[in-house]
């Protein structure tokens, strides 16, 4: 992909992890969970750019904190757990702290239907014998059911994760007789962005080279569609200088967007270039 007004080519992880910066508003705080990048580099951009005054709450050490350093893997405890402001208990996080500061927070789901309700727990219909377990809910269910600031995004689409019908519902949606909270606001995928129009999911950006069509064969059910449905916004040269030189020189946000042997490959790398081997 290419900027068409600078020509500055720019890859598929670097185009997410923009669109979330640009989700982020002054002042906010954003909370991030365990083992996502993608969110962590377009969470600091933000901050470099155009919300200096966000604050961080992450699910690494409890850690709430206004500080930043470049993304890594082998130590990255290593920072929160010395440059947090304040640290709790993962309970506390979730049923206590987390809703008197009314994060903005981005999940990534397994499954997400047209209403936005979302699965990070099994795939299969019986949670006992699942086809195969997830990564697990963590604060999600207490989450979602209250906060109106949920966003989420998905590395690579496809109908494993876009469905008619999640197995099970991790994360609640656009949902009828919900009393409080919202279901998702934004989702940013490999192939564009997304919001909800009176409860159904919009496609409202095509990133640049993408087909409608294309979304929507790789959709498990119909979409709605933008009027005038534009390219999404390339990011500036200045966005991607950040995050190649300042923000994730390791390239650690591209674990996200590659499966088997190429992640295999890239994570030795960035182990071995941190002197973790």
């Not at 930043?68 to 082998?74: C, E, K, S």
């Not at 927070?105 to 499954?111: G, I, L, S, T, V």
């Not at 519902?169 to 009393?179: A, E, K, P």
């Not at 059910?221 to 190649?244: G, H, K, Q, S």
Request: include cysteine; aromatic fraction near 8%.
């Amino acid at each position: 992909m290419t900027n068409p007004e600078s020509q500055t080519a720019y890859s598929i992880d670097e185009l997410i992890s923009v669109c979330i910066s640009r989700q982020i508003v002054d002042g906010e705080v954003v909370a991030q969970g365990i083992n996502t990048p993608l969110v962590m580099a377009g969470i600091i951009l933000a901050k470099c750019t155009h919300a200096p005054n966000i604050q961080f709450a992450s699910a690494i050490g409890g850690s709430v904190g206004s500080d930043w350093a470049p993304l890594g893997v082998a130590r990255i405890e290593d920072f929160w757990l010395t440059h947090g402001l304040l640290h709790v208990s993962f309970a506390a996080a979730a049923l206590d702290l987390l809703p008197q500061f009314h994060p903005k927070e981005f999940f990534r789901p397994a499954q997400v239907d047209a209403a936005g309700n979302f699965n990070n727990l099994a795939f299969g219909d019986d949670i006992a014998r699942p086809r195969m377990r997830l990564p697990g809910s963590g604060g999600i269910p207490d989450v979602t059911p209250h906060s109106d600031k949920i966003f989420l995004y998905v590395p690579r689409h496809s109908r494993v994760t876009f469905v008619e019908k999640v197995d099970f519902v991790s994360g609640l949606g656009h949902v009828t007789g919900r009393t409080y909270g919202h279901g998702p606001r934004y989702l940013v995928s490999d192939l564009g962005e997304f919001d909800w129009q009176d409860g159904r999911m919009r496609l409202r950006s095509l990133h640049e080279g993408v087909t409608l069509a294309q979304v929507q064969r790789k959709t498990g059910f119909d979409l709605l569609i933008a009027p005038d449905l534009p390219v999404t916004t390339p990011p500036t040269v200045e966005e991607l200088r950040l995050l190649r030189e300042d923000i994730d020189p390791l390239g650690v946000r591209r674990l996200e967007t590659l499966a088997g042997s190429a992640r295999k490959d890239l994570l030795r790398e960035i182990l071995a270039r941190e002197n973790a081997l």
